[in-house]
């Protein structure tokens, strides 16, 4: 089962191959598979699968841990459709904001 934060719910789907490094890549490419081949997932707060190599993880927790969990809030608050109400000063908003 995969362990996920409510705003990974909206990286997953628009994941396109790029991010922090290869080893990230992987991993994201691999969540993303299961993901969408109908795993299923349980919605966490913290640190979760896709975190697990993120450069920003540093001793279990984001560095950017408040304007990720304001994600997840408004992620759980709005759902997934409408990303620019929840992640417009995300680093990848101009990525995911095309797909």
């Not at 691999?30 to 997932?41: K, M, P, S, V, W």
């Not at 709005?78 to 797909?99: F, N, R, V």
Request: net charge positive; glycine share 8%.
């Amino acid at each position: 089962m995969l362990r996920l934060r409510a705003h990974h719910l909206n990286c997953i789907p628009r994941f396109g191959g790029r991010g922090y490094s290869k080893e990230f890549c992987k991993n994201m490419q691999d969540i993303q598979e299961r993901f969408l081949n109908g795993e299923a997932y349980e919605v966490v707060q913290g640190a979760d699968d896709v975190c697990a190599f993120c450069p920003n993880l540093v001793h279990g927790e984001c560095i950017s841990n408040e304007k990720v969990s304001r994600f997840d809030r408004l992620t759980s608050a709005l759902g997934t459709k409408d990303i620019s109400k929840i992640c417009a000063d995300c680093e990848w908003y101009c990525i995911c904001k095309k797909i």
